[in-house]
């Protein structure tokens, strides 16, 4: 699920510029960051608004840690070889109707990683969100 997640990822936020050209990076390490780290190495990205053709992106604890050129991979991290993939921006699914986190997770096999519930009893909503406080799918609003 992780990988079909970070293949999805949504991309809020790319430092200005850093995808226009390719720079350099060298990715801190695990000591520095303190977590898991996979780095997409030498894909197609997509960030919402460009396309660039070659890119690695490191993503550390569930979060996009650098985006640049030839980011050498922390000791411990697992790589994707990217070559031939593209990598976009999660979608986001604004109208859904749901009862239960299955749904989440099944929605995140689709790349959406965000979801607007339209409508749902607030007694249900109240238990699906302390249960899921750390969601394995979607995010929900």
Do not use: N, Y
Request: aromatic share 6%; proline share 5%.
């Amino acid at each position: 699920m992780a990988r079909i997640l970070a293949w999805s990822l949504l991309l809020p936020v790319l430092a200005a510029g850093a995808c226009a050209e390719r720079q350099s990076a060298t990715a801190p390490s695990s000591s520095e960051t303190g977590g898991p780290a996979l780095l997409f190495d030498d894909v197609r990205l997509f960030d919402g608004e460009q396309v660039v053709e070659r890119a690695d992106v490191l993503v550390r604890s569930g979060r996009i840690a650098a985006v640049g050129a030839r980011i050498e991979a922390p000791a411990g991290a697992e790589v994707i070889a990217g070559a031939g993939h593209t990598l976009l921006p999660g979608l986001i699914d604004s109208h859904v109707h749901f009862w239960d986190e299955t749904q989440l997770a099944a929605a995140a096999v689709f790349g959406v990683t965000t979801v607007l519930v339209m409508w749902t009893s607030p007694q249900i909503a109240a238990a699906l969100k302390a249960k899921l406080a750390t969601p394995a799918g979607a995010a929900w609003a």
